[in-house]
């Protein structure tokens, strides 16, 4: 039987590989949001970590995964990681800042994609600034990037993902499959 392309990728499945890996460790699961992606550290209100994806598109959750995956244990205690963000419309410094911080998540989401058999684009996300953004350049650097994870290793939590994420998608494991070698990458990490 011949899997549509459409069919490929659901979040149903991008939720399950997410939460399996790790949720029990980390507390922590991927939610489908509403118009802006979110991160939401536990509270009494939800006893979990959330990373809320925007929408519910497949592309979004890879990203807002992938800022996961980069960020520390002090900063996945606050919202959003603490950091700010400034929406369309930035200037040619902010366009800059937003896009250094933007190359390494960015990185890891081509990664993931690539492994999910999915087609990456780089988010220069400023679609009303008054700068002209070279898009171009900035996916060379997020290129680069991915290439340096991969001969230098990606982190820890981002490895476990991949992982899971080229055994269901590449070699058609089953979600449990799949599951059991992202929590295997996680648990032989932390015995070296």
Known sequence: MVTHE???????????????????????????????????????????????????????????ISHWCIAGEKRRQLEDYGYWYLPDGRNAEQQQAFERAEIAPQALERLFAHACGRTFHVSVDNLGGEVEVDRDAFAAKVAARAQRYLYEGLPLRANAFHTALAHYYQQH????????????????????
């Not at 939800?46 to 979004?60: E, K, L």
């Open 6 to 64: 459409k069919e490929r990728w659901t979040l149903d499945d991008i939720r399950a590989l997410f939460d399996g890996v790790f949720l029990e460790q980390f507390q922590t699961r991927l939610v489908k949001g509403g118009d802006e992606p979110l991160y939401r550290p536990a509270s009494a209100e939800f006893p979990y970590h959330q990373v809320i994806f925007a929408r519910g598109y497949f592309a979004s959750a890879l990203h807002e």
């Open 173 to 192: 494991a089953s979600l449990d499959d799949a599951i059991d070698k992202g929590r295997a990458q996680l648990a032989a990490c932390a015995a070296v």
